[in-house]
T-cell receptor, first 114, second 113 residues
């Protein structure tokens, strides 16, 4: 079945460092890909998405490019801030079925130190 | 619009007791999803509704679990005869259609002693 694998954390960075969180997927169809973020004590929020190959999703300085050839959707940010400390989840939604549910990776906890 | 709300936010119960959680979706959203998130894992799909109809249930949803959405608005998730393995965060999400963004509630954290 469909699945998402993302790099395990925790990841600890200093402020203004470069961030990469790797995500790869397995899907039988043509999925849409997502990054969600969960700040402490809050619900999951959509950070960015891409719906087809070579699309780039971006938001709040974060970017991820849908790479069909490598089945990847790595999250990057050029300069992280303390406020970016959160858990990041990579997810896919495959339209082979009709239910539209999301399939998530295990999450990567990011801590940014001042 | 205040987003998706869930109640209670925390529930502690003893093994064998029944518990019920409530989810209030964004008012115009006709699709509602339940997910379960255990420690160190991503959310896993449990079930979803389109309006009042429950259209899909995951294999994770054992016979002790039941979900309803009686008028196509709020939804309840009941767990009967709770077990320690049921301890998790239960998340609700709503959306307009299968291809639209899902908006998540803050979750209900269940602890079974």
């Amino acid at each position: 079945g469909d699945s998402v694998t993302q790099m395990e954390g925790p990841v600890t960075l200093s402020e203004e460092a470069f961030l990469t969180i790797n995500c790869t997927y397995t899907a039988t169809g043509y999925p849409s890909l997502f990054w969600y973020v969960q700040y402490p004590g809050e619900g999951l929020q959509l950070l960015l998405k891409a719906t087809k190959a070579d699309d780039k999703g971006s938001n709040k300085g974060f970017e991820a490019t849908y790479r069909k050839e490598t089945t990847s959707f790595h999250l990057e940010k050029g300069s992280v801030q303390v406020s970016d400390s959160a858990v990041y989840f990579c997810a896919l939604r495959d339209y082979g079925g009709s239910q539209g549910n999301l399939i998530f990776g295990k999450g990567t906890k990011l801590s940014v130190k001042p | 619009d205040t987003g998706v709300s869930q109640n209670p936010r925390h529930k502690i119960t003893k093994r064998g007791q029944n518990v019920t959680f409530r989810c209030d979706p964004i008012s115009e959203h006709n699709r509602l999803y339940w997910y379960r998130q255990t420690l160190g894992q991503g959310p896993e799909f449990l079930t979803y509704f389109q309006n009042e109809a429950q259209l899909e249930k995951s294999r994770l949803l054992s016979d002790r679990f039941s979900a309803e959405r009686p008028k196509g608005s709020f939804s309840t998730l009941e767990i009967q005869r709770t077990e320690q393995g049921d301890s998790a965060m239960y998340l609700c999400a709503s959306t307009l259609g299968a291809r639209d963004e899902q908006f998540f509630g803050p979750g209900t954290r269940l602890t079974v002693l």
